[in-house]
């Protein structure tokens, strides 16, 4: 089974999220995603993310907490993707490697087009959107 990871960083004091745009020589090229990639062999998923993320943006704040967020998985059980939230109190502007070739931070339901396939099935889903909000709701009420 093929594993990986993302996240998308989700600032506290704008109620914004960041998604990154695919480069055009990647897969899904051109498309609007969350930060991350596969999970190697012997590696945990947190340990996953913090490589993915310290490879694909070479500097950002310091996350508050991660949160999962959703589990796909393919209907084959051939391809796992768990997905996190990454809370920070202020946005940034993430230094890219190759693989992106832009960024974005975007309201919750405005998302930008178009969507990497896996990610949209993600932030279309309601439940999924109840959960960021209900991860907002929580945070700025503390």
Same mark, same amino acid.
């Given at each position: 089974?093929? @594993?990986?990871?993302?996240?998308?960083?989700?600032? !506290?004091?704008?109620? +914004? !999220?960041?998604?990154?745009? +695919?480069?055009?020589?990647?897969?899904?090229? #051109?498309?609007?995603?969350?930060?991350?990639?596969? *999970?190697?062999?012997?590696?945990?998923?947190?340990?996953?993310?913090? +490589?993915?993320?310290?490879?694909?943006?070479?500097?950002?704040? @310091?996350?508050?907490?991660?949160?999962?967020?959703?589990?796909? *998985?393919?209907?084959?059980?051939?391809?796992?993707?768990?997905?996190? *939230?990454?809370?920070?109190?202020?946005?940034?502007?993430?230094?890219?490697?190759?693989?992106?070739?832009?960024?974005?931070?975007?309201?919750?339901?405005?998302?930008?087009?178009?969507?990497?396939?896996?990610?949209?099935?993600? #932030?279309?889903?309601?439940?999924?959107? +109840? @959960?960021?909000? #209900? !991860?907002?709701?929580?945070?700025?009420?503390?």
């Amino acid at each position: 089974m093929i @594993k990986a990871v993302g996240t998308i960083f989700l600032s !506290i004091r704008t109620n +914004r !999220i960041l998604l990154g745009l +695919r480069s055009a020589d990647s897969s899904h090229p #051109l498309t609007w995603s969350f930060f991350g990639g596969k *999970v190697e062999e012997g590696e945990t998923l947190g340990v996953a993310l913090q +490589r993915e993320l310290d490879e694909e943006l070479l500097a950002f704040p @310091k996350i508050i907490k991660t949160i999962p967020f959703d589990n796909f *998985v393919s209907n084959d059980d051939g391809f796992n993707y768990a997905s996190f *939230v990454s809370l920070i109190v202020d946005e940034f502007h993430p230094i890219l490697n190759a693989e992106h070739v832009g960024y974005a931070w975007v309201n919750i339901g405005a998302w930008p087009k178009p969507l990497h396939t896996g990610t949209k099935l993600i #932030l279309h889903n309601k439940n999924n959107i +109840r @959960k960021l909000n #209900l !991860i907002l709701n929580r945070t700025n009420s503390n």
